[in-house]
């Protein structure tokens, strides 16, 4: 088992008929300003490189960031959002990602999601979240040197947690807070995060400081 297998068993999943379903309808309908645009229209793999200490885990795809792109929080505001704050303590080396090509690189971070495909509503149901956890669950088992989980959002944190106590790493109460820290019993870090949202960003329930802020405890607790 290696993380070119896992991407590429990723990418060729089809699991779950609904979101399937979704992903190609979105891809057919498409929004006007992308219309001369293929769309990815799969389930969209991991971003990053394993050997990295930080996985930062995503709810799921965007119909037109990451269904159109194919790559985690790319082409969209959420995306737009999150890599200026990534870029800006270090994790990676430009503020903005608008497609494959794009040179977008990480730096000591890789991001997943708990589902893999663009769900309706950006809302995966139970079944869904449970066809895609042997991908979530392999992500974290080829990551040597992983440190922290850094969970965006109480579905990404609630899908951590229930991966820490399958594993044996957490047996005390967890709950969802925005820059709440649990460490667990292998010396490692879950650090949640309101997700990038732009009901969370246009509100102001999640600024760019407040962003950078969980980011740089991130990294100081992944040391």
């Not at 590429?8 to 309908?29: I, N, Q």
Request: glycine letters at 8%.
């Amino acid at each position: 088992m290696n993380w070119e297998r896992l991407q590429a068993d990723t990418v060729a999943c089809d699991r779950c008929a609904r979101l399937r379903d979704h992903c190609r309808r979105v891809a057919e309908v498409k929004r006007a300003s992308y219309r001369d645009q293929e769309y990815w229209a799969r389930p969209v793999p991991n971003f990053g490189d394993p050997a990295s200490p930080i996985l930062m885990v995503g709810l799921a795809p965007g119909a037109h960031g990451s269904n159109r792109t194919g790559r985690m929080f790319t082409g969209d505001g959420s995306g737009d959002f999150l890599y200026r704050a990534l870029h800006a303590v270090g994790l990676c080396n430009r503020p903005w990602a608008v497609g494959l090509d794009d040179g977008l690189k990480l730096n000591g971070i890789a991001i997943t999601a708990v589902a893999r495909c663009a769900p309706p509503g950006n809302k995966p149901n139970a079944e869904e979240l449970a066809n895609c956890r042997p991908y979530f669950e392999r992500t974290a088992d080829l990551m040597p040197n992983l440190k922290l989980f850094f969970a965006l959002g109480k579905i990404a944190f609630d899908e951590t947690v229930r991966l820490a106590r399958l594993r044996g790493w957490l047996d005390a109460k967890a709950t969802f807070a925005h820059d709440s820290a649990i460490e667990l019993t292998d010396g490692r870090w879950l650090l949640g995060c309101y997700h990038p949202s732009q009901q969370n960003t246009f509100t102001g329930r999640l600024t760019p400081e407040m962003m950078v802020r969980v980011l740089l405890r991130a990294i100081r607790l992944a040391g």
